[in-house]
């Protein structure tokens, strides 16, 4: 399995799928070999103490010993989940000046020249991966290739056409979610090379399956939609002291979590929120989460005129996360174009009831669930002021999107994964 | 020799319009959606099933009757929107062999939360349906046949009305059967007429599916059903939503031609005959009691009131909705009173239900929302704004009219 992050350090719902579906092959029995990149910072972190967020100690040094049939290899790469060309940019060209301030010089031209193990740029990086890939592979037994999200088509590609075993593509995302229609041509090329040349292609959702056929043109017969599961999670230990959030006991949080980015369409939760103070007060909305539109969402919150009833927790993790699904009364996850969405999962879990938008996958799945068209900000405000006004309506969606919740189980998707492999090696 | 008692319940609530919290006029319901139901099921059912009917009146001379229960809401929209609709149950009670029976003119749950308001709306029915077709009903059927032993002794009090009719569901009759006459624990003046929901499910519900064993079902094989009661039953009682011939079965699932052989085939026998419940309750004793301490009903496998209260939302958003009835009474104002009677269709409630919010049911196909917690908050959000308007002060009522402003001042000025 060629995939990304594993816990602790996962950055959303890419690295959450990796691990669930992970886990619940390894329960049934599957042996897996996980492969993900890697940052190596070694030499050039000699004397300066790197406080990256993106650093992370060696996978196989943590101990995951529930997972007794996955073993982890890396690829020493840059490259990450949810990056983009610019934002790959942007990271070699830090890498350089720590490399350049552990050095302790100004550099001359010939030492900016491209180190060796990393590509100048995307492009040049997803195809070294995928030659390293194809060297780690030649190490390993396996029977399938199954590759998460773009980054890795290639080394999928190539691990399948020199081991001769079939690939399998898991398309949790495109770029259509992505980037809107600004497609990216670089990435949508070599999205659709690994969904052409896989011999089956997964699909987190209805919704994602029908832009793969009619934007991708890949034929319905070969795609196959495994919905995407959740886990069973703790409850939260202990709270925040409220006292020291700004928000007052009587008041109501309604909450916004996931990637502060365009795809996640935080500016209409907060056009919305704007709507709903106009008839209650006693609300606060919570924003948790960091992205590329965090600073222009706080700018756009006191535009408003609303600054003073919307919170900023930044990027939450682990237990974090357990204590703002136990302080909040409803989750809204407004999302332009969602191909699954994990996070209602997790709120009605955490017996959160959810207003999720018509133009996700999870819709698909979920009935005990608000539904709302992302655009219509009115209607996103009407749900939220009758969850908070009308107890019967938020116990209701709480304790029946809490049961329906429970058939959700990674255990599902990964049978139906397993499924697909035999039904693909049948064929081989 | 068992004698068919068909009859019919004809209803469509008003619909609500998208309400949101943002919303605050008085305009509550959807009229354009509610003319084209209309319009659409009188082209499918109404105007067919009741020139059929008429056909059927009119070739058997009399030996072929039946009755309906037309709810007060659906004769104001059919008047406003299918007109012609009205004029074929004109020509139906003018036929002599069609019973109108009495029930609620809201088709409401009233009977469960409020008793003067039940019998308001009953009265109220009468009078219409008097005044429409020139008779004045003596049986009852409650809303969704909603049934209990207090419920006969409350009609029964009302001192005109003959029978009641409701569910022969099992829980209550044991092994008896519903074809004979049974009368209400502890009132005798009021005789119970109980659906064989057997026979009837057969043609309501089972007659297009494939996969039953007594597909395709023709006239003939249900004629012989029939005959086959002789001697053990004294009625056939085929109770069964009027929408049933062309909506709820299409016509080209043969639904129309089943009906038109039916009574022919029917009347081959000689012992079987027609009558309307009337009829029945005149011509047969009751041959046991029967006792519904609890609440029964024809609807779902229950039969019982979860279809319509079985969760919080649906109880609490009922319960709201009567506790303004003394609110709303007072405000003497026209308006308000009937928007807070059309608010108490039991359609409104149904919509809410998540009892079967699965795929292909038979609740989803009528229902205008997608999802059941979509018509509570409409509902709320309705209900809402009828509160506000009751605690506002009244400018309806008998003295100040809301055209005329000035006449109170001009009078004033003059004197």
């Known amino acids: 399995m060629l995939g990304w992050e594993f816990p602790p350090f996962i950055n959303g719902g890419l690295g959450t799928a990796c691990y669930g579906l992970t886990k619940a092959m390894d329960e049934q029995g599957i042996h897996v070999t996980f492969v993900l990149p ?115 088509y290639p080394a999928g590609i190539a691990v399948a056409a020199v081991s001769g075993r079939p690939l399998i593509v898991h398309v949790h995302s495109t770029e259509f979610d992505r980037s809107g229609e600004h497609v990216n041509q670089m990435i949508y090329d070599i999205e659709r090379q690994g969904m052409q040349r896989a011999a089956k292609v997964i699909a987190v959702s209805h919704f994602t399956r029908s832009i793969i056929i009619s934007r991708y043109g890949i034929s319905g017969d070969k795609v196959e939609v495994v919905y995407n599961g959740v886990e069973r999670s703790g409850n939260g230990n202990g709270e925040w002291p409220i006292a020291d959030t700004g928000i007052r006991s009587d008041e109501k949080i309604v909450l916004f979590l996931g990637r502060i980015t365009m795809q996640k369409g935080p500016e209409y939760f907060l056009y919305a929120a704007k709507k709903v103070l106009e008839v209650m007060s006693n609300v606060k909305f919570v924003m948790a989460g960091s992205g590329d539109l965090m600073h222009r969402s706080v700018e756009l919150a006191a535009e408003l005129g609303i600054g003073h009833k919307v919170l900023f927790t930044g990027f939450l993790r682990g237990p974090d996360v357990q204590k703002i699904y136990s302080m909040a009364d409803l989750y809204v996850m407004p999302s332009v174009s969602e191909p699954f969405g994990i996070a209602p999962l997790e709120a009605l879990d955490n017996d959160v009831p959810v207003i999720i938008s018509k133009q996700s996958g999870v819709s698909e799945v979920l009935m005990h669930a608000l539904k709302v068209d992302f655009w219509d900000v009115n209607e996103i405000a009407n749900k939220i002021v009758a969850v908070l006004k009308y107890p019967p309506l938020e116990m209701t969606l709480r304790n029946h999107g809490n049961f329906e919740v429970r058939k959700l189980r990674w255990k599902d998707s990964a049978q139906k994964c397993v499924r697909i492999y035999e039904e693909t090696l049948v064929a081989v | 020799m068992p004698s068919v008692c068909f009859y019919f319940q004809v209803h469509q609530p008003i619909r609500l319009r998208h309400y949101t919290v943002f919303d605050n006029n008085d305009q509550y319901f959807d009229d354009f959606k509610n003319a084209s139901v209309c319009r659409k099921v009188a082209n499918k059912c109404y105007l067919p099933a009741n020139r059929l009917i008429l056909d059927l009146i009119r070739r058997f001379d009399g030996r072929f009757k039946v009755a309906y229960s037309i709810t007060g809401v659906l004769l104001e929209q059919l008047q406003r929107y299918s007109p012609e609709v009205v004029s074929t149950f004109d020509a139906l009670a003018q036929s002599g062999c069609v019973e109108f029976l009495a029930e609620t003119y809201y088709h409401s749950l009233s009977f469960l939360y409020s008793r003067d308001e039940f019998i308001e709306q009953i009265n109220k029915h009468s009078e219409i349906i008097n005044r429409f077709f020139g008779q004045t009903p003596r049986v009852f059927r409650n809303t969704e046949l909603i049934y209990n032993n207090e419920l006969a002794c409350l009609i029964s009090s009302m001192g005109r009305f003959d029978a009641i009719i409701t569910e022969g569901a099992d829980h209550i009759l044991g092994t008896r059967s519903p074809n004979f006459l049974y009368q209400p624990k502890s009132c005798d003046n009021v005789k119970l007429l109980l659906k064989n929901y057997a026979l009837s499910d057969d043609i309501a519900f089972r007659f297009s599916n494939r996969s039953w064993p007594e597909w395709p079902l023709t006239a003939e094989k249900f004629a012989g059903w029939i005959s086959r009661i002789n001697g053990n039953g004294n009625v056939v009682n085929l109770f069964m939503d009027y929408e049933t011939f062309g909506e709820h079965q299409w016509e080209d699932t043969g639904i129309f031609n089943f009906v038109r052989h039916l009574p022919e085939k029917i009347l081959q026998h000689p012992d079987n005959n027609f009558k309307t419940p009337g009829e029945v309750a005149q011509s047969f004793p009751t041959v046991d009691i029967v006792d519904v301490p609890h609440i029964i009903s024809w609807a779902d496998t229950e039969r019982d009131l979860s279809a319509w209260l079985g969760n919080a939302m649906q109880s609490s958003a009922i319960h709201e909705l009567y506790r303004l009835e003394r609110n709303v009474k007072s405000t003497n104002d026209e308006k308000v009173i009937s928007d807070w009677r059309k608010l108490q269709a039991s359609d409104h409630f149904y919509y809410m239900c998540t009892k079967y919010f699965a795929d292909g049911d038979v609740h989803k196909y009528f229902n205008p929302y997608d999802s059941p917690y979509d018509s509570y908050i409409n509902f709320m959000n309705v209900l809402d704004n009828l509160q506000s308007r009751c605690s506002r002060p009244t400018n309806g009522g008998v003295l100040c009219s809301g055209r005329e402003p000035n006449a109170a001042a001009s009078v004033l000025d003059a004197g």
């Open chain 1, 38 to 152: 890697k940052v190596v910072y070694g030499q050039y972190a000699t004397h300066v103490n790197l406080l990256s967020p993106h650093s992370r100690t060696t996978p196989t040094s943590l101990k995951i010993a529930e997972l007794k049939n996955v073993e982890f290899r890396t690829i020493d790469s840059p490259l990450e989940a949810y990056a983009t060309p610019e934002s790959y940019q942007k990271r070699i060209e830090d890498t350089i000046r720590q490399k350049q301030i552990a050095q302790g010089s100004l550099s001359p031209a010939s030492q900016l020249f491209t180190a060796p193990d990393y590509g100048n740029n995307m492009y040049n990086e997803v195809h070294r991966y995928a030659a390293l890939a194809v060297d780690l592979a030649a190490n390993e037994q396996f029977d399938i290739v199954h590759a998460h999200d773009w980054m890795t």
